[in-house]
Nanobody, 123 residues
Framework: QVQLVESGGGLVQPGGSLRLSCAAS????????IGWFRQAPGKEREFVGR????????NYADSVKGRFTISRDNAKNTEYLQMNNLKPEDTAVYYC????????????????WGKGTQVTVSS
């Protein structure tokens, strides 16, 4: 079983950048496909992006494509979400999640979750 802890959230102005981290413990991150999801107040949790176990394959929601980049460092048991050109509509709690084998775009398919980190984009 893997435990996940997100960090790096905060308040940023529109157009700014943040890098979120997702640190894993209890198991080797390389065994898991990782996904990032977010949930804004009053909205359902939505897929942001995912990365394969070896870090070669990524895909993203259309709303963040070209602005967000997911990477992972299996040696450090950590995964990252680099967010550039942030917009107010990116404001949400961001979660990383893990699934043994292949990650999913569907939150219900993910096995393990962190507690989330708040990202607020506002001037």
């Amino acid at each position: 079983q893997v435990q996940l802890v997100e960090s790096g959230g905060g308040l940023v102005q529109p157009g700014g950048s943040l890098r979120l981290s997702c640190a894993a413990s209890g198991s080797t991150l390389a065994y898991y496909g990782i996904g990032w999801f977010r949930q804004a107040p009053g909205k359902e949790r939505e897929f942001v992006g995912r990365i394969s176990r070896n870090g070669v394959i990524t895909n993203y929601a259309d709303s963040v494509k070209g602005r967000f980049t997911i990477s992972r460092d299996n040696a450090k048991n950590t995964e990252y979400l680099q967010m550039n050109n942030l917009k107010p509509e990116d404001t949400a709690v961001y979660y990383c999640a893990a699934r043994a084998g292949v990650s999913s775009t569907n939150a219900f398919d993910m096995d393990y979750w962190g507690k989330g980190t708040q990202v607020t984009v506002s001037s």
